[in-house]
C-alpha cells in the first residue's frame, strides 16, 4: 500500500482514499484509509474534523453531522456512508450487532483480501449476530469462534433446522430495519429467571396456565424442545443467563442458539405461552403479534 503523508487539520477531502470495499463497515474503511498516511483512524477522523474520535462508535452511532464530514473527507455520500455502518438503527435492532470483533468471517472474501494485500478488510454482515450469508460473494459465513461440539450439534438435525429458520428471518427483517424490539423483548423473556413475584404467579397459576416446573431455578430458555442438546454444552445452564447488560451479540454462542430454538417453540406453542410471559411481565402485550410478522405471515 502507498504511503502518504497526512495533510495539515483542515475541513474537506482527503487527497486520496483506498477504495471500498462491497459490505465493507466503516470503522475498517477509515482504519485503512488511516493506514495509508501513516496514521491512526482516531487521529484521521480528529483531522477531518468528524466529533466522534472513535470509529467502533461511529459503525453503530454516527451523527448527521459527522456522517456529512465524513462524506466529504471520503469522496463520498453521507447516506453511502450510512449504509456502511448501523447508524439510525434502533436500540433493540443493535442487540443483534456485535462491538468491535467480528462474530463471522467469509473464508472466500477473506483469501481473496489476503492474495490482494489487504489484511484489514471486515464487511458489515461479518458483524450481525443472525447473519448466515456473506454480502459481497454470496458464500456462507463461518462463525470466529465456536466449540466444535456447537458446531457438531448444529451440523444436523431439528436443531440446525430451527436456528437457521430464526436466523434468516431475522436477518431479514435488520435488512429491511423492521422493527425487531418485539424479537429481543421475547428472547429476554425465554433467557429470564422465572419471576418470584408471588401476584404474578398466583394470576397465573389461577388461570391455570403455570407449567410444573416454573418456579424451578432454570430460566424457560433451558426447558424447551430442543435445547436439551445445548445444556451439556452451557456451563451451569442452570444458572446461566445473559446478564441483563449484555445484547444478544454478546452471548455466548450457545445461548444465542438456545434462544432462537426456544423462539420456534414460542411461535409453535401460540397463545397460551404468550399469555404466561405476559402475565409474568416479560413481554409487551403487542408483542406476539410482531414476532408473528417476522416469522409466520412474512414467506
Ligand atoms: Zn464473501
Known sequence: MRRLPLPPRRLGPLPEIPW????????SWVARSAAMYRTRPEVLLEQVGVIEHS????????????LESLAIAMHSSPQAIRQMSFAGQSHEALEFVAHRSPIWTCHRCATEFACRGLVQVRLRQWFVAVASWCRRCGGPLSRTRAGRTIREILARGDLCERHTFVSERLARAFDHERPVGAVTHAMRALAAPVPRDKKALYVARNRGRLPDW???????????VGTSQLRGQAYEYRSWRPPANRPYAA???????AATTGLTVLIEAGMAMW?????????EPDDELVVRNIFVTSG
Open 251 to 257: 452471548w455466548p454462542y450457545v445461548g444465542q442458539i
Open 20 to 27: 471500498p470495499e462491497t459490505d465493507e463497515i466503516l470503522s
Open 214 to 224: 416454573a418456579d424451578r431455578t432454570p430460566p424457560l430458555l433451558w426447558q424447551l
Open 55 to 66: 470509529p467502533i462508535i461511529l459503525d453503530r452511532q454516527a451523527t448527521p453531522a459527522d
Open 275 to 283: 399469555s404466561i410471559l405476559r402475565d409474568l411481565g416479560l413481554v
